[in-house]
């Protein structure tokens, strides 16, 4: 008999913010929708070409922000992906991100010991 379909079927994206020691101020998490970040980028007057609109919006399944533990991400994301493949569904879990970013870390957490 073949398997029912996932609770969540299809792609999902997550962010995760990574703690900076210096905040750009640039986007801010939504007051309504918690997994909707809006990103303001300054006007440069000085740039030949330069778009009127300074205000992104950016939705998301989840955003984990940058007090995020291993474990909160591991549950958020992690997990469903492994109980998803122990019912018998593909799943992948995928990190995308400048050089340096921390895709390496969120996937594997890092240097640590397993308890």
Known sequence: MPP?????????????VR???KPSGFFERDDIDPNKLIFHVPKNERLIVNNTRTTYGYQFNGV???KSSQDDVFRAIGLPAVKNALDGFNSTVFAYGQTGSGKTFTITGGARIIQ
């Open 4 to 16: 029912s379909a996932p609770p969540s079927s299809g792609v999902q994206v997550f962010l995760r």
């Open 19 to 21: 703690p900076a020691p």
């Open 64 to 66: 984990l922000d940058d």
